[in-house]
């Protein structure tokens, strides 16, 4: 049995009153063991002096690529279809086992030291199985899966799936991850968007989903020209046909539902949908502005994730809170989205999207101890009298002001150290591994 005492940190709940207090927080083994003002258990393994620190859940994160990591900085300043089609596919499709593994190390690295604890990611369509392995020994909480894509011409060949072979893939990688170190990490199912999956694909998506009750994470909705061609092959908007099919319940999680009609949000809100908003990344794509103060005030489920680091250009959870508030407020007034909604969001928001509500999101008595430390005591968070805590952190607040994170109750960064990777070995193995992709790319096309 591992014990952990953190004490006398600002402690910021998000529990259902979100009381912000000061106190201790007792970990065991996995869990949160026992929160109080003042904690004097018999025996710890650790004690940690929280006096000028805050402590917050763990970020959750729906929607990222670990794949992608490596490609960062390759594919600027073009918009969706042509960023797929150009770079982000081609680069897919010279992958290897090893590229994969540190560009997914990368990614997570990069996740920890900004403090997100948990990710829904979607991956490519070969070499699966190396981004779990490096998202099993990193630590991080996932749920994962190989992205589906058994439609159109326009993709690599080596991206060109068989129906058949894609969803038995699948499958394998479920029954071999899902509920891995006691649920830590889990598996979804991938399908990357309608414009590359076939319907029997996505029906066989929708009952396999049902059968293993496993969540399906896929695309929606970014950029008008998707919807033109789903429209042109369907007679139908993303939603509406995801409904048609099956797919359309409280399982499914999209990213990113910029381009809605009423119909379809409708369909959003009868069905439990889950909607993963990136705005990083429908900034850089140039897709649009969500309308996330509508779809939160007819209650739709909304998290946040900065989907893959080469349309943002990071994975940094602060940065997307900043910018989910601030471009909201031109368009729809200055309180459309406070610091408190945007925090819901990065938090206990994502846990409900991924169905861990009562494990993660919050610090409660029972919960998994996913949390974050962070170290507020500097020139731009101060003055911090008088000041709500939760302003200072979407506003102010950088990832620099993460000094330890903890998932699972395992410290897998303290003071800023990563302890479940080598960071100078994964910086080096990703430049030769995206040197090494780059060179056989032309070949294997």
């Not at 927080?25 to 025996?43: A, F, Q, R, V, Y």
């Not at 797929?84 to 086992?97: F, G, M, S, T, V």
């Not at 997307?320 to 990065?346: C, N, S, W, Y």
């Not at 101890?369 to 968070?381: G, M, Q, Y």
Request: with cysteine; charged share 25%; aromatic share 4%.
């Amino acid at each position: 049995m591992s014990r952990i005492l953190i004490k006398q940190a600002e402690i910021v709940t998000m529990n259902d009153k979100e009381d912000i207090i000061k106190g201790d927080i007792l970990i065991e083994d996995e869990k949160i063991k026992e929160i109080g003002s003042t904690l004097n258990p018999s025996h710890v393994d650790k004690v940690i002096n929280a006096t000028k620190l805050t402590v917050i859940p763990g970020f959750v994160q729906t929607h990222i690529h670990l794949c992608q990591t490596v490609f960062r900085g390759r594919a600027d300043d073009l918009e969706l279809l042509d960023w797929l089609k150009k770079r982000i596919w081609p680069l897919e499709a010279a992958h290897d086992e090893e590229s994969l593994y540190y560009s997914a190390l990368l990614g997570i690295g990069e996740l920890i030291q900004s403090g997100t604890t948990s990710i829904v990611d979607m991956e490519t369509v070969h070499h699966t199985d190396f981004a779990f392995q490096a998202i099993a020994s990193s630590g991080i909480r996932a749920l994962s899966g190989k992205v589906m894509m058994d439609k159109g011409d326009e993709v690599p060949k080596r991206l060109q799936e068989n129906t058949t072979q894609s969803i038995q893939e699948s499958v394998d990688l479920l029954e071999k991850w899902h509920n891995y170190d006691n649920g830590r990490i889990q598996y979804a199912f991938s399908p990357r968007f309608v414009v590359s999956c076939t319907e029997r694909l996505l029906r066989e998506v929708a009952e396999l989903s049902s059968r293993y009750n496993v969540r399906v994470h896929t695309h929606a909705s970014e950029n008008r020209r998707e919807i033109d061609i789903v429209e042109q092959e369907t007679g139908m908007r993303n939603i509406e046909y995801l409904d048609h099919i099956g797919l359309a319940n409280n399982r499914l999680l999209l990213a990113h539902c910029v381009w809605l009609n009423d119909i379809e949000k409708r369909i959003i809100k009868e069905k439990g949908i889950h909607v993963s908003h990136c705005p990083g990344s429908n900034l850089k794509l140039a897709s649009g502005i969500a309308e996330i103060p509508h779809l939160l005030k007819e209650g739709i489920s909304v998290s946040l994730g900065a989907d893959g680091a080469p349309c943002n250009n990071n994975l940094d959870m602060f940065q997307e809170m900043r910018m989910a508030a601030l471009i909201q407020k031109p368009l729809h007034g200055p309180t459309a989205m406070d610091a408190k909604t945007v925090f819901k969001m990065a938090t206990i928001g994502g846990a409900k999207a991924i169905g861990l509500a009562d494990q993660i999101g919050s610090i409660e008595v029972g919960k998994k101890a996913d949390l974050v430390l962070l170290d507020l005591h500097d020139f731009h968070t101060y003055p911090s009298f008088g000041v709500d805590p939760i302003s200072r952190i979407v506003y102010s607040a950088t990832r620099a002001d993460v000094l330890t994170s903890i998932i699972n109750g395992k410290i897998v960064m303290e003071n800023r150290i990563m302890k479940t990777m080598d960071k100078q070995m994964v910086l080096a193995e990703a430049n030769t591994s995206i040197k090494r992709m780059t060179d056989r790319m032309a070949t294997i096309i």
